[in-house]
């Protein structure tokens, strides 16, 4: 801030040419330029006096110029100085001169000393009130633009408790140049930057509008929270000090969209805390907050937790996950909202790891039941695909006794596409529980549905058998399931038989020779010679694909 005064305000000090109407400027210079710091700090506390006896024409031109370009000195002079100024708009002539403050207290928002930048800033937040919309933006954001794009990392810092008081009043098109340089700063190379824009994240994002909040803000904030270089630089006591309260700021936003977006980061941040600390900065600074959501009043916020909770048994142990996420997965498993209970299911696979999925098995009976049944099928749809690996983790035994009747169940669904995720599913489950298994359990009971008066049911049988034919191999399939299938060649319903000369088809790679000569190829000539012209294609398509004519 260092410079030299203008030639008048010099000849004032220096020359006593005689007019009185400088010489609160002369007298300001001559304390100003003692030696002694306390005669200096008591000059610079008379501003307003001097100001006062200036006028408010004469402290515009001539005392803000000579502050600005003129005064250097020692920090607590420079601290006494940013917050004088701050109280300074009726001293130049009100709001529409409060402009002219910007330019002294800019410079002192770049200095080294951290407390002068900050009273800085805080002077300059008061001021920005005092401006109108239109100034605001012909004065206040060019300068909130430069120090965010300054060469030194100082005046980056200051910029960042600048956006929220801005923000609120500028156009759309500022507003959005506005969100890009924050959105810089919380990227910006210096540690020291990403931190104090990581000390602002709460409190800018409140001024947001929601889309933004949940386009921009959220993931800013998971960002910032898994710095690494910022946790090594500033160390865990900055994530606790100014990360964990914008996040709680989020979790408990007043727009259930600003806490759903905020709910569903809740596994990454805590990952991404400093080692140091994380599990005690989780269970008090977090986890409290989590318990709220768990019964939020927005469907929307509880499913987007629901999706993520389960990852945090990792993360806090067996300990804790027994004692304190238990509970919260439990009463999750009975939400009325059937996407919550699906979330928690979905993600089994973590707590399996932590605590064994026993712990879990009498609550999550009732959940799947009810999920199994529920009257959207697109919520069967998705427990149907997770049941393969729910089966594994519960183990076989306890599939056999509570889950077997709900696979069969859903192989008579009333939509096509739950039928056949159901016949899907099964091929998993004998994957992963055996051939031994599939002839003993599931085999005979799908074999039944091949008397099934509904003939859509019927023709379920045939898909099964296209489907287990390969997992469960050639014996299995040779003696139990093709003389089911050559039986329903003579169904009343034409569909049914054509789906036999299919199916036929399907597994005939799998028998053996003798079958398909003797047992296979009688069967399928009959329904080429089909009164039905679909039964009939397909049957001589089947011949040609197995070399049988």
């Known amino acids: 801030m260092a410079g030299v005064a203008g030639p008048r305000m010099g000849q004032g000090a220096a020359g006593g040419d005689g007019d009185d109407s400088l010489y609160p400027i002369a007298v300001l210079i001559d304390e100003l330029r003692n030696e002694d710091v306390q005669l200096r700090l008591n000059s610079i506390k008379k501003l307003s006096t001097i100001a006062l006896a200036l006028g408010v024409e004469r402290t515009r031109t001539e005392l803000l110029p000579f502050l600005t370009d003129t005064i250097y000195d020692e920090d607590e002079v420079l601290l006494a100085l940013a917050e004088q100024l701050g109280n300074f708009t009726g001293l130049v002539g009100g709001p529409d001169f409060a402009h002219c403050l910007l330019p002294p207290l800019e410079s002192l928002a770049t200095v080294e000393e951290t407390v002068v930048r900050d009273k800085a800033v ?72 990403r931190r104090a824009a990581a000390s602002k994240l709460g409190e800018f994002a409140k001024v947001l509008e929601l889309d933004s909040v949940k386009s921009e803000i959220v993931p800013l904030f998971t960002n910032l929270a898994s710095d690494e270089q910022l946790q090594k630089a500033v160390g865990p006591k900055i994530t606790l000090n100014d990360l964990i309260p914008a996040f709680q700021n989020l979790l408990k936003d007043c727009e259930a969209e600003v806490r759903a977006a905020a709910a569903h980061k809740v596994k990454e941040l805590c990952e991404n805390l400093p080692m140091e600390g994380r599990e005690t900065i989780i269970m008090n600074q977090i986890l409290p907050y989590i318990k709220e959501l768990v019964s939020d009043t927005n469907q929307h916020v509880k499913s987007a937790l629901a999706s993520v909770i389960m990852g945090l048994s990792t993360i806090l142990g067996k300990g804790n996950t027994i004692e304190h996420l238990l509970p919260l997965f439990l009463a999750q498993l009975k939400d009325e909202c059937p996407e919550v209970r699906l979330n928690i299911i979905s993600n089994l696979d973590c707590v399996n790891e932590v605590i064994g999925i026993r712990q879990l098995s009498q609550s999550l009976l009732p959940a799947i039941v009810e999920l199994a049944e529920d009257a959207k099928w697109r919520v069967r749809l998705a427990i149907i695909e997770y049941m393969p690996l729910l089966a594994g983790q519960l183990g076989v035994e306890f599939f056999d006794e509570k889950l077997n009747s709900l696979c069969m169940a859903w192989l008579v669904d009333h939509v096509y596409a739950i039928r056949e995720a159901a016949t899907n599913g099964l091929v998993k489950l004998v994957q992963k529980f055996g051939k031994e298994w599939a002839q003993n359990t599931i085999v005979p009971k799908v074999l039944v549905m091949a008397n099934d008066p509904n003939y859509l049911h019927r023709m379920t049988t045939l898909f099964c058998i296209n489907a287990l034919s390969e997992a469960c191999g050639q014996e299995i399939t040779t003696k139990q399931m093709l003389p089911v299938v050559l039986k329903m060649a003579r169904d009343q319903v034409a569909n049914v038989r054509f789906n036999v000369a299919k199916s036929l088809q399907k597994i005939g790679p799998i028998l053996d020779t003798n079958a398909l000569q003797e047992e296979v190829k009688p069967v399928l000539q009959k329904l080429g010679q089909d009164e039905d012209v679909d039964v009939k294609y397909f049957a001589q398509e089947a011949i040609s694909v197995l070399a049988l004519a």
């Open 122 to 193: 805080e002077s300059l937040r008061q001021i920005s009130q005092e401006h109108t919309p239109v100034a605001l933006e012909a004065h206040f954001v060019p300068l909130v633009k430069r120090l965010a794009s300054g060469d030194w990392f100082t005046s980056r810092t200051s910029a960042c408790g600048l956006f929220s008081v801005c923000y609120p009043r500028a156009s759309n098109a500022v507003k959005a140049e506005i969100r890009q340089h924050f959105r810089s700063l919380c990227s910006d190379d210096t540690p020291m930057v």
